[in-house]
């Protein structure tokens, strides 16, 4: 499965970012993020940083959310941001996935995001027969989440 979504935000891009990086703080103002870990003695991500997070990207029922063991892969502060993410909790095996931000500036006050997504494995094949457009909706959601906390200030 492949998403591409993306959003003008009427914050720079410093605040975007910063919405990003504090993974621990996006259940705050993300309904699509739980319970989000960052392992080791760092409180933001950065290159090489491993978290662990629950995720509503793939539901198999309301109740239900995807534990997800993911690593920064790529990091270039406050234009890109990606990481690498695997779970083995799902009865159909494991899924492998891989999401990025792109952060472009427009001007001041104002940036455009890019968050694109590709999701793997036999879970995702039997998802994408049932719910071919659940990962567009649900990083739809995501970014009209941190466009609205990112245009509410700091």
């Given at each position: 499965?492949?998403?591409h979504n993306d959003i003008v935000?009427?914050?720079p891009r410093a605040v975007v970012w910063n919405y990003l990086v504090h993974a621990e703080q996006w259940p705050q103002w993300n309904s699509e993020a739980k319970?989000?870990?960052?392992r080791g003695r760092v409180s933001v991500?950065?290159?090489n940083t491993i978290f662990n997070w629950f995720s509503f990207?793939?539901?198999?029922h309301e109740d239900y959310y995807v534990v997800l063991r993911s690593q920064v892969v790529e990091y270039d502060p406050e234009n890109r941001i990606a990481w690498s993410s695997h779970r083995n909790d799902s009865p159909w095996g494991t899924?492998?996935?891989y999401h990025t931000f792109l952060l472009t500036s427009l001007g001041p006050g104002k940036c455009s995001v890019v968050f694109e997504a590709v999701?793997?494995?036999f879970s995702m094949m039997r998802v994408r027969m049932n719910m071919p457009e659940i990962m567009h909706f649900v990083h739809d959601v995501w970014l009209h989440a941190l466009k609205r906390a990112s245009e509410s200030g700091p």
């Open positions: 499965m492949f998403a935000i009427n914050a319970r989000v870990h960052i991500l950065q290159k990207d793939v539901p198999w899924s492998t996935f999701a793997t494995g």
